[in-house]
């Protein structure tokens, strides 16, 4: 006969349930300024400038800025944001 266990699991999901809940959500890569300029090249002041503008995506936690990687490679791709497309396309409608 198996034991049971007899601790209070009503809150938990099966791991398989939760393995799949967890591959459907993608978490942005999320890095420091300094990491970023010694990444990309740019200067770490035309990153600050570059967020103290918004022109890239990006968090502010407690003196720190933590950029979007995928958005900020898009913005050097493109030259706009997101955010600025979007902007754009309803000005003109």
């Given at each position: ?38 990444e ?54």
């Amino acid at each position: 006969m198996a034991k049971k266990n007899n601790t209070n699991n009503t809150n938990t999901l099966p791991e398989q349930a939760l393995n799949f809940i967890v591959s459907d959500v993608r978490i942005p890569r999320m890095v420091p300024l300094q990491t970023l300029a010694d990444e990309s090249g740019i200067s770490y002041k035309a990153l600050w400038q570059m967020c103290k503008q918004n022109k890239i995506v990006h968090i502010k936690s407690g003196n720190k800025f933590l950029v979007n990687v995928d958005k900020f490679i898009e913005f050097l791709n493109t030259g706009e944001t997101e955010v600025e497309s979007n902007d754009k396309e309803s000005n003109t409608a």
